[in-house]
């Protein structure tokens, strides 16, 4: 089920290689994986649905958030996928809460108001008020 958070980014569970054909007719450009390998027995692996969206002309770029939770790193690489992708972009991962707070977390660094992403997260179904203040320090840029 797919979650819309803005004009330009969507998150969802874990989809499969067969999804990717309805995800590009949505209109999706890119898709972002959020979901490390291996997290869940018979999950697709991230080489599948790299080849599903490579097959159909879509950008895929993988940002696994294991265990360890979230990095800078993975922040600006999320926010780097959103720039480069031209249209809509569909991040994924089990549930799609790992997605849509490192949504949260890439458009708070880039200067988007915390208070709104925390309730276009809410209009989705995700709370993000356990982030809040990170999500303002962010912002703030500090």
């Given at each position: 089920?797919?979650?819309?958070?803005?004009?330009?980014?969507?998150?969802?569970?874990?989809?499969?290689?067969?999804?990717?054909?309805?995800?590009?007719?949505?209109?999706?450009?890119?898709?972002?994986?959020?979901?490390?390998?291996?997290?869940?027995?018979g999950q697709p692996t991230g080489d599948a649905i790299r080849a599903a969206a490579e097959d159909h002309?879509?950008?895929?770029?993988?940002?696994?958030?294991?265990?360890?939770?979230?990095?800078?790193?993975?922040?600006?690489?999320?926010?780097?996928?959103?720039?480069?992708?031209?249209?809509?972009?569909?991040?994924?991962?089990?549930?799609?809460?790992?997605?849509?707070?490192?949504?949260?977390?890439?458009?708070?660094?880039?200067?988007?108001?915390?208070?709104?992403?925390?309730?276009?997260?809410?209009?989705?179904?995700?709370?993000?008020?356990?982030?809040?203040?990170?999500?303002?320090?962010?912002?703030?840029?500090?």
């Amino acid at each position: 089920m797919i979650r819309v958070l803005n004009e330009s980014v969507a998150v969802a569970p874990q989809i499969a290689p067969e999804d990717v054909a309805a995800i590009k007719a949505a209109g999706y450009v890119a898709i972002v994986n959020n979901r490390p390998d291996g997290e869940q027995p018979g999950q697709p692996t991230g080489d599948a649905i790299r080849a599903a969206a490579e097959d159909h002309g879509l950008a895929y770029t993988a940002i696994p958030v294991g265990q360890g939770g979230f990095s800078h790193e993975m922040v600006d690489e999320m926010a780097a996928a959103l720039v480069a992708a031209d249209g809509p972009v569909l991040a994924y991962c089990r549930s799609g809460t790992r997605s849509c707070n490192l949504w949260a977390l890439a458009a708070a660094k880039a200067g988007r108001n915390p208070d709104l992403l925390v309730r276009q997260a809410e209009d989705a179904g995700y709370d993000l008020s356990g982030l809040k203040p990170t999500l303002d320090m962010l912002a703030s840029g500090k």
